[in-house]
């Protein structure tokens, strides 16, 4: 076990930005504890690494990683990534003061940075599996899914399983009957293995895709069938950390728009415009308008007992 700290650009809130990433506490991946630690088991090698991560600071995060950490360089960057560490979003903020509705939820959120999930895979899946369903159905799905393919890890003072987000390759081997008993549709089970496997043959690279622009990093993206630009944009957005897009007709965004602007008249094109090219923070922070009015936010994955 080694202890580290990690350097953030302030403002910064764990509890936002975990709350945004997990999306609902019933997340079984992306676990937050009573006292607000943060509790991830990545994928490993022989065994899953356990991170924890801790703020006591408003400019550092404390890490504790459990398990091999002869790549802790390249861990510790993947933890920075996920958690939003680097990022400055003061010209965000500047743009969201000229817009009227938006702007006391900035200042009242400010502090959360955009996570990212740490594989293309895991991005992909949490995209696929959320197209057109509620937070609470896909979660469901998510779950039974994770449950069925993924690794469980007992750690120490966590009373519930920790599981690592399931391998490409375990999706490959499971059978369609199996896949279909989680929730997911035909369609979506398609969609996955044509995802998965573009993934393991190299056609679709995680490399390549940052070296692309966003419009072109979308146009790869949605040569596979099932994932539409709707789709492409969530997966820029949660799994490369592109703010510079924003997933547009989304009705669950456009229910958000109005928790958040009540009767305020909005021209959506406008607002994007002025948000610029660090846009795709709006998702983030609707999102925690949603968690907010349904008490989500920081709230414990379980309780001690």
């Known amino acids: 076990m080694k202890m ?6 302030a403002p910064y809130r764990l509890d936002l930005t975990v709350s945004v990433l997990r999306r609902l506490s019933t997340n079984i ?13 990545l994928a490993g090698s022989p065994e899953p690494v356990i991170v924890r991560i801790m703020q006591n600071r408003q400019n550092s995060l404390s890490a504790v990683i459990e398990g091999d950490t002869n790549n802790e ?5 993947l933890v920075r990534e996920m958690l939003g560490c680097d990022h400055d979003l003061v010209d965000f903020e500047h ?13 009242r959120m400010q502090g959360v940075k955009p996570p ?29 899914l994770i449950v069925a393919l993924g690794e469980s890890v007992k750690v120490e003072a966590i009373p519930v399983p920790l599981y690592v987000f399931p391998a490409v390759e375990s999706f490959l081997r499971a059978t369609d009957d199996l896949l279909r008993e989680t929730g997911l549709s035909a369609s979506k089970i398609a969609t996955l ?20 622009k966003s419009l072109n990093a979308a146009a790869i993206l949605c040569q596979i069938k099932g994932i539409g630009p709707w789709t492409a944009t969530v997966i820029l957005l949660r799994g490369l950390g592109r703010l510079d897009v924003f997933p547009a ?11 958040v602007s009540g009767t305020a008249p909005y021209d ?16 983030f922070y609707l999102l925690l308008a949603r968690l907010e009015s349904r008490g989500e936010i920081g709230r414990a994955s379980f309780e001690r007992p």
């Open 4 to 9: 580290y700290e990690i350097p953030v650009v």
């Open 95 to 107: 743009s969201a003061k000229a817009i009227p509705w938006l702007a006391p939820l900035v200042q």
């Open 268 to 283: 959506a094109k406008s607002v994007l415009d002025t948000l610029g090219q660090q846009r795709g923070m709006l998702y």
């Open 116 to 144: 990212r999930y740490p594989t293309l895979w895991e991005a992909c899946v949490n995209a696929i599996v959320f197209q057109q369903l509620s937070l609470q159905a896909a979660i469901a799905i998510m779950r039974r």
């Open 29 to 41: 991946v992306d676990l937050l504890t009573p006292e607000g630690q943060y509790v991830r088991a």
């Open 249 to 259: 007709n989304d009705t669950s965004v456009a229910s958000n728009i109005a928790l």
């Open 73 to 77: 360089a390249e861990l510790l960057g």
């Open 193 to 212: 293995r044509r995802v998965a496997e573009a993934l393991t043959s190299g056609r679709i690279d995680k490399a390549k895709l940052e070296q692309c």
